[in-house]
């Protein structure tokens, strides 16, 4: 069994510094009363003391806390553990101490573990708001560093050229989320309350008229509903006839791909053979092209083939003196643009503004979502590759590459839709 220790000066001092002096008695909210450093078992009204008495009623508090702390703790502690301890039972109280994880990691031989888990009792209820306190934190660092106080003040040298400290992702447990608020005990008479010293802050009233930043957005948003709206069905183009052109006297070169209009016109079976040297046969009356003519070559001819021919509006000038009989069957035609007409050019291919938003927003709420994981997540045993702090960091890389993925699709309808409407202004 260890040997029962006592709490030394270096106790005695450090909660005098946090406990403050009264040396008349004060009531609690909870209807208690105190008086010197913080001493409430025999406080009555209207009691006054001195300072000399104040530290004697401490003292007489720490027998109990001591006693506490001696058969709680298993693993043998140094001088200013020992105190430490006892000044950070004093304030918490021996329940609290008694389930607490300080005390098991001091049992387990983890000291520098269980100094961190006193800094975890920092918070306090005051006016129904559970609040992290600026003078807790400091009280627990207090106590903590002097329970890592080696005994004689010997402290282990690391050097900084030899030991350069680098970031140690699991102590982001430690820091509070909350920013800590002073407070302070304050005497109203012979109520002690405590007040807070930083006042609430204002609400935050809506402008009454947007910024540039909204103005941009709205106009963002009708800009991308004029361009995803679903297209209105056109109705179908009427061709409209090109005004009729004469005929050119010479031919000009087409394409190879093109077959010239007079080899289309003309039946396979009426294909001239190549000329001979004979002389010319008379024309019987059985032959319908030369019994009517130039004149009448295209009627002639289409009524040779059964193809029904329109006459046309005004007949052709005549371009010259002996006019090929093919070329002529091809002037009282109308001519067609082969142009596709504009209101036939395909609507832009569109994708919904929906799933594309919806993309981006689900890219964005993984992104978030995991920079909170791996932010917040507990911290584990680095042995295990799969921690929560590595799935939190995989999710924000989805999220980023999903978000990237809809801006990339949105940016190329965009300018698909851009084109689309040049196409079908030109």
């Avoid at 002096?21 to 009363?33: E, F, T």
């Avoid at 012979?190 to 540039?212: F, K, N, S, T, Y």
């Amino acid at each position: 069994m260890s040997p029962r220790q006592r709490v030394s000066r270096a106790a005695i001092e450090l909660l005098k510094r946090f406990e403050g002096l009264r040396l008349r008695a004060v009531s609690l909210p909870d209807g208690r009363w105190t008086i010197g450093h913080g001493h409430v078992q025999t406080a009555r009204e209207g009691v006054e003391i001195s300072e000399q008495d104040a530290e004697a009623l401490l003292v007489y508090d720490l027998i109990a806390v001591a006693r506490a702390v001696n058969e709680a703790v298993y693993a043998p502690l140094s001088q200013n553990q020992f105190d430490a301890l006892c000044a950070f039972v004093f304030n918490i109280g021996l329940e609290n101490f008694q389930a607490s994880t300080a005390l098991r990691r001091i049992n387990e031989g983890q000291p520098p573990q269980a100094a961190f888990a006193m800094e975890a009792w920092r918070r306090a209820e005051l006016a129904g708001e559970s609040i992290v306190v600026d003078a807790l934190v400091r009280r627990r660092a207090a106590e903590k560093a002097l329970f890592l106080t080696p005994p004689g003040g010997a402290f282990v040298p690391a050097p900084s050229p030899l030991l350069r400290p680098r970031l140690d992702p699991e102590a982001r447990a430690q820091a509070p989320d909350a920013p800590p608020v002073a407070v302070r005990a304050h005497v109203d008479g012979d109520q002690l309350v405590a007040i807070r010293d930083d006042a609430p802050p204002a609400p935050v009233e809506a402008p009454a008229h947007p910024g540039p930043v909204a103005a941009a957005a709205e106009a963002v948003q009708a800009r991308l509903e004029v361009l995803f709206r679903e297209p209105e069905e056109a109705p179908e183009p009427e061709l409209q006839p090109e005004p009729h052109v004469e005929a050119p006297t010479e031919v000009r070169p087409q394409a190879d791909f093109a077959p010239p209009i007079t080899a289309l016109l003309e039946p396979p079976e009426l294909a001239a053979p190549e000329p001979e040297p004979e002389p010319e046969p008379e024309a019987s009356a059985e032959d319908p092209v030369a019994e009517t003519g130039a004149a009448d070559a295209p009627e002639a001819l289409a009524a040779a083939n059964d193809i029904a021919v329109e006459p046309a509006a005004e007949a052709a000038p005549a371009v010259a003196a002996d006019p090929d009989p093919l070329l002529a069957a091809t002037e009282h035609l109308t001519p067609y643009s082969f142009r596709r007409p504009v209101d036939m050019a395909p609507p832009p291919a569109t994708t919904g503004l929906a799933s594309v938003l919806a993309l981006a927003g689900i890219g964005l709420a993984f992104f978030a979502g995991g920079l909170f994981w791996g932010f917040n997540a507990t911290p584990t045993s680095l042995d295990n590759f799969v921690t929560p702090q590595v799935v939190g960091w995989l999710a924000a890389l989805a999220g980023t590459l999903m978000f990237c993925i809809a801006a990339f699709i949105l940016l190329q309808r965009l300018g698909k839709a851009e084109e689309a409407a040049l196409d079908i202004e030109d």
